[in-house]
Nanobody
Framework: VQLQASGGGLVQAGASLRLSCAGSGRSFSNYAIGWFRQAPGKEREFVAAVSRGGTRKDLAVSVKGRFTISRDNAENTVYLQMNSLKPEDTAVYYC???????????????????WGQGTQVTVSS
């Protein structure tokens, strides 16, 4: 699968953004999709993941209550809705895919074998 992330931008603290991860190729619904982010000088970290069917989701503690993840397999797209953005959310956001079993929501960076290019999110204070 090929993945392409989009939707980043420059916003003020408290604003919202919705990132999209569009998949191409066959069997998008066979993949669990994860979002990771990497700030300058920091390691890439887990943000959110959704199971292949969309019924199970996992979010990092730092974004719970502010971010939601969803998917539309008919459109081969996964969304990351980001509300109440904070300056510490500033990072390049990457989407990633893993061929998964039903209900699986991987959190580990190295569990994912497919990566899209990143999209920059900058939150000003």
């Amino acid at each position: 699968v090929q993945l392409q992330a989009s939707g980043g931008g420059l916003v003020q603290a408290g604003a919202s953004l919705r990132l999209s991860c569009a998949g191409s190729g066959r069997s998008f619904s066979n993949y669990a999709i994860g979002w990771f982010r990497q700030a300058p000088g920091k390691e890439r970290e887990f943000v959110a993941a959704v199971s292949r069917g969309g019924t199970r989701k996992d979010l990092a503690v730092s974004v719970k209550g502010r971010f939601t993840i969803s998917r539309d397999n008919a459109e081969n797209t996964v969304y990351l809705q980001m509300n109440s953005l904070k300056p510490e959310d500033t990072a390049v956001y990457y989407c990633s895919g893993k061929v998964a079993v039903t209900g699986e929501v991987p959190r580990g960076l190295h569990e994912y074998g497919y990566w899209g290019q990143g999209t920059q999110v900058t939150v000003s204070s």
